[in-house]
């Protein structure tokens, strides 16, 4: 039997979000912009219904969820909606691809950025932020969570610092929610990307947090359309909604803060297991991202003389990752690790990530495996001296 450690890359789908789909897939099929029929009513009720508990979820108001197709959307959005050619963007150097590439794009369109630094546990630090700031700068777009290492950035103090000079805070808290709490208001932040099959969730959903009462001294943010039609969320995000996906969305908000903390501690109790057994087993083993202030479910390690494509090779049993499961698509190593200097040549930098159904035997076996393949690799003279 398989075992999946790859929660970051998506998670199953909850029984009991499949559960409140289901009727919105059959029976109740309804457009929730047909306003002149009761299965248009149906549908609509459902999706705020949806968005309430999204919101609660997240210490929102309603009417401040727009729904979109994913984080990358939402990324996508609350970046091209605000910046024009001339604007200023500040982002960091360990964004997802979603942020980074996003930010790219601006600037062929003649936007100037600056990406942060991080430290070698990646960080961003608040004074990096500071110096970074010009009269320009329009927007501060910083991940809560990283989805390879799980370092938790310290946003409220970086949103704090983009307030102090009328800057709006962006921030991708899609491998945030439901692993830690997620709060706007205690963040401090004016929008906030999230996803669903994040949290599981369904795929091909996600939200976009936007502000509605700018913080003192702060603009309001109202990001533009990125797509015409029919002026669905409030005119700002056109296209039928999947009411479906939301439904099963909202779902999976509400049950994810209502196992925090509890939740939160039995997973990092299993990833710090996982840790302890591969120490023992893997002499010179390194912890990347912070030690303390990380996701936890989050395990990014380093095995000495090895490639990761002969170590993840060596066990098929076990569904780990390298990394960002987008970033699998291309060659080369982590960006994120990169950016932190934690790329060695001849190392293989694999991250576990645990999740809602993960066992402690599921634990214990794949560190057996992982130890034993590694073991295997540098006797047999395939791992690098």
Not at 13 to 32: H, I, K, W
Not at 316 to 342: I, K, N, Q, T, W
Request: aromatic share 4%; proline share 6%; glycine share 10%.
């Amino acid at each position: 039997m398989a075992i999946y450690l790859d929660y970051n890359a998506t998670t199953p789908l909850d029984e009991r979000v499949l559960e409140a789909m289901l009727p919105y897939l059959r029976e109740r099929f309804g457009n929730p912009a047909s306003a002149a029929h009761p299965f248009g009513w149906e549908a609509a009720a459902a999706v705020d219904l949806a968005r309430e508990e999204l919101a609660t979820a997240i210490g929102a108001s309603p009417e401040e969820v727009l729904f979109t197709s994913g984080a990358t959307e939402s990324d996508n959005w609350a970046l091209k909606g605000l910046l024009r050619p001339g604007d200023h963007l500040i982002t960091a150097a360990t964004e997802h691809e979603a942020v980074l590439e996003a930010a790219r794009s601006l600037s062929r369109a003649g936007v100037r950025v600056t990406v942060l630094p991080v430290d070698g546990y990646g960080v961003v630090h608040p004074d990096v932020l500071r110096e970074g700031i010009s009269p320009e700068t329009r927007l501060v777009s910083v991940m809560l969570a990283n989805n390879e290492t799980g370092t938790l950035n310290p946003v409220r103090e970086l949103a704090e610092v983009a307030h102090e000079r009328g800057v709006p805070f962006h921030t991708d808290a899609a491998q945030a929610l439901g692993k830690v709490p997620v709060s706007v208001e205690e963040l401090g932040v004016d929008l906030m990307s999230l996803s669903a099959h994040k949290c599981y969730g369904p795929k091909g959903v996600g939200a976009l947090y936007v502000r509605r009462r700018p913080h003192s001294g702060v603009r309001r943010v109202r990001p533009s359309p990125l797509l015409d039609g029919g002026g669905q969320e409030r005119g700002l995000r056109s296209g039928t909604l999947n009411v479906p996906g939301i439904v099963g969305f909202g779902r999976a908000a509400a049950l994810a803060a209502g196992a925090l903390p509890e939740e939160a501690r039995r997973i990092s109790s299993l990833r710090d297991a996982l840790l302890r057994r591969l120490r023992s087993g893997v002499p010179g083993l390194r912890l990347n991202g912070h030690p303390d202030l990380r996701l936890p479910n989050t395990l990014n390690v380093s095995f000495p003389g090895v490639e990761v494509g002969e170590l993840l090779g060596a066990v098929p049993e076990v569904a780990a990752s390298a990394g960002s499961a987008c970033a699998s698509l291309r060659a080369g190593p982590s960006h994120v690790l990169e950016a932190m200097g934690a790329v060695r040549e001849d190392w293989a930098a694999v991250r576990f990530s645990l999740g809602r159904f993960t066992t402690r035997e599921e634990v214990e076996r794949t560190a057996e495996l992982v130890v034993e393949a590694w073991r295997e690799l540098a006797v047999s003279g395939l791992a690098r001296p």
